[in-house]
């Protein structure tokens, strides 16, 4: 079974631009986490999707949004890149995404904003 | 948002030695998971603890649930390197919906 797949692996973006990351779940999997890593703030939940809904969201601004499509695949966007949005951004997913659910994790995004 | 605190945060030890790693929480969990993550990779699960005051072993690791489920600990018995690595502690709460907390992570390096 492949595992969580997440394009691209490196992006280099400027103040004020937009970026769009993307994910695929494992095979099955209908939920999709999103996480923000940085070595200050540790992993930060930005939100988590079920067949196509958001079901919760974190404390992040709304200049970070997300879709999940029926295929179970999900995508952030981030608009109006700051600086302070240089991080690894995570995908996890998990079959029916209860709480004690093992979540698997991609190998994540690093974005760089300069 | 709930706040768990791990400590500590680095820790450099020898091959051999033991240690233990903490995680802690004003909030009751309504479970906790451990994950390693090394470099380059995201982080990997290695135990679910849901009863306060459970016990689970993994090889030369020991994860302890505190009884009023607000702490957690980890411990290696004989480092090796290969154990070295980002150790996170991620908390579910009853409010939280499906959403997990991370900790910040405990560092660990192992050298031989």
């Known amino acids: 079974k492949a595992g969580v797949t997440q394009t691209p692996r490196y992006l280099i973006k400027t103040r004020g631009q937009q970026v769009t990351l993307s994910c695929s779940p494992i095979s099955g999997h209908r939920s999709v986490s999103w996480y923000q890593q940085t070595p200050g703030q540790g992993l930060q939940f930005l939100f988590e999707y079920f067949s196509e809904t958001q079901r919760n969201k974190g404390n992040f601004p709304g200049r970070f949004s997300g879709r999940q499509f029926s295929n179970s695949r999900s995508e952030m966007n981030v608009s109006t890149l700051e600086l302070g949005d240089s991080a690894l951004y995570l995908c996890?997913?998990?079959?029916?995404?209860?709480?004690?659910?093992?979540?698997?994790f991609g190998s994540g995004t690093q974005l760089s904003v300069l | 948002t709930q706040l768990l605190e791990q400590s500590p945060q680095f820790l450099s030890i020898q091959e051999g030695e033991n240690l233990t790693v903490y995680c802690n929480s004003s909030?009751?969990?309504?479970?906790l998971q451990w994950y390693r993550q090394e470099p380059g990779e995201g982080p990997v699960l290695l135990v679910t603890v849901v009863t306060g005051g459970e016990v689970k072993k993994l090889k030369r690791l020991t994860f302890q649930f505190g009884d009023a489920r607000k702490d957690s600990s980890l411990h290696i018995t004989a480092a090796q390197p290969g154990d070295t690595g980002l150790y996170l502690c991620?908390?579910?709460?009853?409010?939280?919906?499906?959403?997990?907390?991370f900790g910040k992570g405990t560092s660990l390096l192992v050298t031989p």
């Open positions: 991620a908390g579910a709460f009853r409010n939280s919906g499906y959403a997990l907390n």
């Open positions: 909030s009751v969990f309504s479970s």
């Open positions: 996890a997913s998990s079959p029916g995404g209860t709480s004690n659910e093992k979540l698997f």
